[in-house]
RNA sequence: GCGCCCAUAGCUUAAUGGAUAGAGCAUCUGACUACGGAUCAGAAGGUUGAGGGUUCAACUCCCUCUGGGCGCGCCA
């Protein structure tokens, strides 16, 4: 469905020829949409911006949709909806599905990479804001039409696999008793004893040939361990309630039949050099190049990349990448792109982007760790903020924290903060939702119907100025959603949120629906309605709960 | 040394080159015995790190600094 700031563009463009740049009024007193479109043409055609933007108004035609428009200011063109628009505007979005997100043209095949937590390890701090994150986008691009494909970049292969394996060996583990605290727990012991004991090192180091060559009883051993380390990860999942399977698990492993064909061509067509024994690329305006093939022959992440790169971009019919890591990695994935572009692994047709995120700190400022100096384990952070609120609210707290600002900044992980239920927090918006629902509740029940029913209100009459801000951000919302796909900041959809609770707010507090009656009461109740559809499903799109009652 | 990111009210932060830099927390004042007070209204709090420049218009773009964080060939 078209929104109403679409149709009135469509007009302007037409009276002006030029895209009207329309914003959401900074002020209430500027009305609900302002351009500056005359202080540009003025500038161009060498006229009073004034003049310029009398003349459009003269040539606009718009008023089916908005009160008489106001020249203000330097020449600023104020408009306001008229509120029988603005009402059927609102009974569109509540019989609409994606409740007023705009639908792509043509849908686009996205692949997120993120999570990629590594195996025999739990899940820790590092882990917490790519999957957050990366759930979020998956969600915002399929509720914009795009079909995504995540792929969980799990670190299953590797030289710590020999000493894992011996460590199992020499203990003679049974592989059905263990879990993936316990695999941790293995690791540990297996590390120290490859520092202490060099004959254990020179078992562990044959035992990656064995794995790499692909001896049977190695390979199963690894399997084993993988398969123990993605039922840990998926109890995470399921309590951070991430949309994550192992049907999304694509790891470093996956791509090892691909490494030599890959250094081959690019060695073929020099794109890549022999360089002190390694198999570099060198790309212009990068100082460092891209090592494809270390000295001692074995390949790192950079070849992997490449490899991923393209099994995505071929394979997956992908024509959007994204990755999701910490803002550290920037200059490797800037790399990586530039190399596969050069390469023509990535066509221009193809977009990547890498979206590198802050630090995760602690209250004391410093990036969050344990008393020990290791990094602290998801599940625990996890269970610092239900120590304060349920589940439901923590997972709200957590996420919303993580989503709300900037991505690339760093923030501190603090749970009283975060699970505050006054201002800008995630339980804030909850507790928006459950008392909306509530009233729905209510009448539901006073019209003797199923309380899980949907009414069937209409909005008729926005007589009141809380009822018509209430109704105008409802509108917005396909916008913070579209915004949020395209530049992939859930930050705006945050803000969103919290502006639709807010107004919510004072639209609660002045005007009663209950107590109401006939087509006032009707209204307002589809008011409600659409108030908590839009925030259960922004709230989901963000990955956080939104319960009826709490 | 080179490169990237950050700096906005006491604290946490927003702002697509546009009107008086917008919120929340904390502080102060007030409202309604409440369709859920996890509320609402109001006050106070800013030379947007500093200095130049571009522009009709700069938190935003460019340059130079300062402070903080992070990267810089065979780990990921």
Redesign the pocket.
Known sequence: MASVSDLLTARLVTATGVDP?L?????P??GHF?S?VA??LA?QQGRKPREVAAQIVDELDVADLCEPVEI???G?L?FRLRTDVLASAVNAQLADEHLGVAQVDEPVRVVIDYSSPNVAKQMHVGHLRTTIIGDCFTRVLRAVGDEVVPQNHI?DW?RQFGMLIEQIQDESLDLDTLDLAGAEELYLRANAHFESDADFAERARLRVVALQGGDETTRAIWRRLIAISTAGFNRTYARLGVLLTDADIAG?SSYNDMLDGICDDLQHRGIAVM????L?ARVDGF???A?LR???G?????V?DLAALRHRVDDLGAGRLIYVTD??????FALLFAVSRKAGYLPSSVIAEHIGY??VLGTDGH?FKTREGTAAHLDDLLDAAEQTASPE?ALAAIKYADLS??L?????FDPVRMT??????G??L??AH??V???LR?ALAEQGQDEDATGDWQVSVLAELAEQDLALSLTRFGEAVGEVAANL?P??LC?YL?ELA?KL?????Q?????ADGDVRASRLALCQATKDVLGRGLTLLGIPAPE??
């Open positions: 740049e914003r959401p009024a900074t002020k007193q500027f302002q500056n202080l540009r500038k203000a200011g330097p600023f104020n670190g590797g470093e360089d002190d024994g390694a570099i100082d460092a190049p090592i270390n000295s001692a074995g390949y790192g992440y950079d992997t803002a550290r990695q920037a200059n490797h802050g630090m990036p609210v600002n900037q690339q900044k760093d923030y501190v505050a239920t006054t201002g800008d927090t339980p804030y909850q507790y459950a008392r629902s509530q009233i209510r900041t930050h705006k803000m919290y807010g707010s004072v639209f609660y507090e005007c009663p629906v209950l107590k009652r709490m």
